[in-house]
């Protein structure tokens, strides 16, 4: 089994576990987004075509719709990111300030 750099919790949240490696969370066509140990953003370089091509740049892909994942696309997304925040990703809301706000400040 392969350890992975993130875990998935319900039908919408991922924790980030790893700080080594950066997650990229890519929702079907929507803007790809960045989490690390530093915080959450939108991704504005290109997405490494394969998942081993990430790993040489310290990047996990996350797809959403993969069946890994949640199987399918979501509107709503929770991270539970290493700065002790967890965010909520709004897809509905994409391209406005709301759509990456802090839903719970020190979760842990």
Same mark, same amino acid.
């Given at each position: 089994?392969?350890?992975k750099?993130?875990?998935?919790?319900?039908?919408?949240?991922?924790i980030h576990k790893v /700080?080594?490696?950066?997650?990229? +969370?890519?929702?079907g066509e929507k803007c790809v987004v960045i989490i690390s140990h530093?915080?959450?953003?939108?991704? /504005?370089?290109?997405?490494p075509a394969k998942r081993s091509i990430a790993k040489k740049s310290y990047q996990d892909i996350v797809d959403i719709s993969s069946r890994e994942v949640f199987g399918e696309e979501k509107t709503l997304?929770? +991270?539970?990111?290493?700065d002790g925040v967890e965010y909520k990703i709004d897809?509905? /809301?994409e391209n406005t300030n709301s759509f990456i706000k802090i839903h719970q400040n020190h979760y842990m």
């Open positions: 089994m392969i350890e750099n993130f875990i998935t919790s319900g039908r919408n949240t991922i /700080k080594k490696f950066d997650l990229l +969370i890519i929702n530093r915080g959450i953003g939108i991704y /504005k370089g290109e997405v997304v929770f +991270i539970q990111a290493l897809y509905s /809301k």
